[in-house]
């Protein structure tokens, strides 16, 4: 009999007691209660991929071992002819097993035990000891059982099997990744306890004097008797006590009950974008004066507001939206979550100035919030990509109406005490956004939201909210024919979210005059990193819209890096810039993407299998417009100069620079000038039209004559020599920990080649291994799960996980004809 019916006859889902998270509520590291522990190491994986299989597993099924999290499909070889189309990056889903055994101590009877997954690719059914605990459908929100009926304790084992669906494709538009491809966690408490998203932070009063603090916290008791309860609530700031409160309770058994707490912060020190400063609060509660259960929740004091008239303003003071929007997938590692990959690109968009992220289309990792509340970001968090009718065969919408109100709900609560989220967005691009049932649904979900949290605006990304009758070719704004979008408004939202439609932004106040504005999605340009037509106003090879016919193709599917190639429905990165930088009542905006993702190769064709939309390639290299962007968020001292310099003698070449901080730049090719340029108008970068020449191109910025910045690009000879760089030369020994080593293919002189593509071998030596290799090239169909890559102008990457002992790593890199590299990873 197939094991997996027999399951689902004999056992019936597991009722969920109260809504749960881990995510803002860890445990404090000193503190005497420790409610979870990572539950990710030493699980057995088995993907069924044999007729023979079928939906079962059976004491023949042969498993690996692996750790947690985990996503099958990056493993997979590229396939053209996957179901998942080009859309999902050409990698396959399929149907897989995760199985632990684990035993749980003796004293643990009289507790409550239970297990949490942040996140599971999808339609994943749970059993322990052959107990049946339930599904989920939804790969993106985190979720929780009690297990405690069902375990063995002491010496006894237990068995948890999960079981993954991914097979019905495609359901994404995007890759989404397969398995259990975020955290895993077991948590044990007392009878008597603080629920899992059982706190609710809000401070509805700020000033620069004192906060208002109001925690709203919910306590359970399971115990068979009444318990007299002492809470105590104590709000640090790093190890330092600020305030605490102390009440008293009895609670009847099995019962719960919301307590309300209000505290006062004397000269509070605000969370913003420049310093996230965090505060924890601390709930204890005590029988008998014996801490029974203890919980964490990290949180931030802001006030804002989004202002008709002046955009987004911050604890008092107008700040401009600097955002991107963000898929899940990290580059080569797939969609596995790791804290240290996303921690990196996080880092690499602050640098560029980047102070906003939408967590596009979906629930996020907690990992991600986190990091945001401890780095600056302003987060919209995004609920879904569809609602009912549904954009692939298989998504969300077949599942829609059973799950999106729980979905929707424990997002709100999970996430809802993170500093970092100032917005909540329903949904992306919904198709009922255009009729009344749309309207309904869109009600529906802000009440659900507004009941759970009041704090926050509430958006959706609208395509467009207003209609427009675009030129095919010239893409101008007919305002003749202006309507508004039923969704927008219908007065469910409290910010107009602007999904592209950029010709419109200048009118918003006209075409809305009682609701901010918020631009949830932009631009939409398209480029391939260290790519360049020789002269960018007269692409051969690309067209300035990618879906225009072009004569000659483009066998290699390259986009030239000028910020000129666009989609039809996006703009070029200057253009859309432009006119957010320019009014106060535009609060911000979130870039059409951050980085490049696995997936959703614009244009839809293979050989392509990722995104050309990135400011940031997927391996993590900043394209050239990245640098436009740092000249104008950031007030580092900015001078980029591109392309290369390795060119045909004679041929006509378009050199752009992008600067701040200087009235003029000035060009020098071999040591004699081509003449000075400054920017006009709203102009952001510089041009010069000049015939190659061999040797140096050197750019010379000036303030008032003074020399503010010097930038040199040499032509490169013949590749000669390989060079690492790692991101961080000591890392944690600790299984997840990763060090992101750059490979830089130079000539005899040091400079880079930027037209070689040389296959680079890696080897390592240590208790570690490599987890990943990328070029950021959106056609190589080379797997990251590998030893070997070919390069992309001139570089690549490879990814170094630590191993669980402290030494030394020994990264060494090959390449025929090349000058081989070391480079040395110390763990501790």
Request: glycine letters at 8%.
């Amino acid at each position: 009999m197939n094991k997996r019916k027999k399951l689902n006859s004999k056992f019936s889902l597991l009722t969920l007691v109260g809504i749960i998270l881990f995510c803002s509520c860890n445990k404090k590291e000193d503190a005497f209660i420790n409610r979870k522990i990572s539950f990710n190491s030493g699980w057995s994986f088995h993907l069924n991929d044999s007729l023979v299989d079928k939906d079962t597993i059976s004491p023949a099924t042969k498993w690996r071992t692996l750790d947690v999290p985990h996503d099958w499909s990056i493993e997979e070889k590229f396939d053209e002819k996957s179901p998942a189309g080009y859309g999902g990056g050409s990698l396959n889903g399929g149907l897989g097993w995760y199985k632990k055994t684990f035993k749980v101590a003796a004293e643990d009877t009289t507790k409550i035990t239970s297990i949490t997954f942040d996140g599971v690719y999808r339609n994943s059914e749970v059993w322990v000891n052959g107990h049946y605990l339930g599904k989920r459908p939804n790969g993106y929100i985190g979720f929780q059982y009690e297990i405690s009926p069902y375990l063995n304790y002491g010496d006894k084992n237990n068995e948890i099997i999960v079981k993954v669906d991914n097979s019905k494709q495609p359901n994404s538009r995007w890759y989404s990744g397969s398995g259990i491809f975020r955290n895993v966690w077991i948590e044990t408490t007392d009878k008597l306890h603080v629920e899992n998203w059982g706190t609710y932070i809000t401070t509805p009063k700020v000033t620069a004097e004192n906060a208002k603090v109001n925690i709203e916290t919910r306590i359970q008791n399971d115990h068979s008797e009444s318990k007299k309860i002492k809470i105590l609530t104590t709000i640090y700031k790093e190890d330092t006590k600020v305030t605490s409160t102390t009440q008293y309770i009895t609670l009847t058994p099995k019962s719960g009950t919301l307590l309300n707490v209000e505290a006062e912060v004397k000269s509070p020190i605000l969370w913003s974008i420049e310093n996230p400063e965090l505060y924890t609060a601390v709930t204890e509660l005590l029988v008998d004066d014996k801490i029974i259960d203890e919980y964490k929740t990290t949180f931030g004091i802001r006030d804002f507001k989004f202002d008709l008239n002046k955009g987004f303003i911050l604890n008092g003071k107008q700040v401009k939206i600097k955002g991107v929007c963000m898929h899940h997938d990290l580059g080569p590692l797939g969609a596995a979550i790791n804290t240290r990959a996303i921690e990196r690109q996080l880092e690499i968009l602050k640098e560029m100035g980047v102070n906003g992220i939408r967590t596009s289309h979906n629930p996020p990792a907690p990992e991600l919030l986190d990091l945001c509340d401890k780095m600056g970001f302003i987060v919209m968090d995004e609920a879904f990509d569809m609602w009912k009718q549904t954009k692939t065969k298989y998504d969300y919408g077949n599942d829609w109406d059973k799950w999106h109100r729980q979905d929707l709900a424990d997002q709100l609560r999970r996430d809802r005490n993170h500093p970092s989220i100032f917005m909540w967005s329903i949904g992306n691009e919904i198709p009922e956004q255009w009729n009344e049932t749309g309207i309904e649904i869109a009600k529906e979900l802000a009440a659900i939201v507004r009941l759970i949290d009041k704090t926050r605006p509430l958006t959706a990304g609208m395509n467009p909210p207003v209609n427009m009758n675009i030129d095919e070719v010239t893409l101008q704004f007919e305002k003749k024919n202006v309507s508004i979008n039923p969704l927008a408004g219908s007065g469910v939202l409290d910010l107009i979210g602007y999904n592209y439609a950029h010709q419109t932004f200048e009118h918003h106040l006209k075409n809305f005059p009682n609701t901010p504005f918020i631009a949830t999605e932009t631009t939409s340009g398209l480029q391939t990193r260290g790519y360049y037509d020789a002269v960018s106003d007269t692409i051969k090879k690309w067209p300035v819209r990618w879906d225009l016919k072009f004569t000659e193709g483009n066998p290699d599917n390259t986009v030239s890096a000028y910020d000129q190639v666009q989609t039809p429905w996006g703009s070029t990165h200057e253009a859309t810039w432009k006119i957010i930088k320019k009014h106060d009542f535009l609060a911000g905006m979130y870039v059409w993407t951050g980085f490049d993702y696995i997936g959703e190769p614009t244009p839809y064709e293979w050989p392509s299998v990722s995104s050309y939309f990135g400011i940031v390639d997927l391996a993590g290299f900043p394209k050239d417009v990245y640098y436009m962007y740092q000249s104008e968020w950031t007030d580092k001292t900015v001078l980029h100069i591109f392309p290369h310099w390795n060119w045909k003698a004679g041929q006509t070449v378009d050199v752009w620079a992008y600067y701040n901080k200087a009235d003029e730049v000035e060009l020098f090719l071999n040591g004699k000038s081509v003449g000075k340029r400054s920017k006009k108008g709203d102009g952001l970068h510089v041009m010069w039209r000049i015939p190659f020449e061999a040797g140096t191109l050197k750019a010379v910025s000036r303030k008032n004559g003074k020399t503010v910045s010097e930038k040199e690009i040499k032509t490169a000879g013949n590749p000669s020599q390989l060079k690492l760089m790692a991101d961080r030369s000591t890392i944690k020994a600790d299984k997840n920990d990763l060090s992101f080593v750059t490979v830089d293919i130079l000539d005899a002189n040091g400079t880079l080649a930027p037209n070689a593509n040389n296959e680079i071998n890696f080897s390592l030596k240590g208790n570690g291994k490599i987890v990943g290799v990328c070029s950021g090239d959106p056609v190589s169909h080379e797997p990251y799960k590998g030893t070997k890559h070919t390069a992309l102008a001139g570089k690549c990457l490879v990814i170094v996980q630590a191993g669980d002992k402290s030494g030394r790593l020994e990264l060494t890199a090959k390449a025929n004809g090349l000058k081989q590299s070391t480079i040395v990873i110390t763990t501790e």
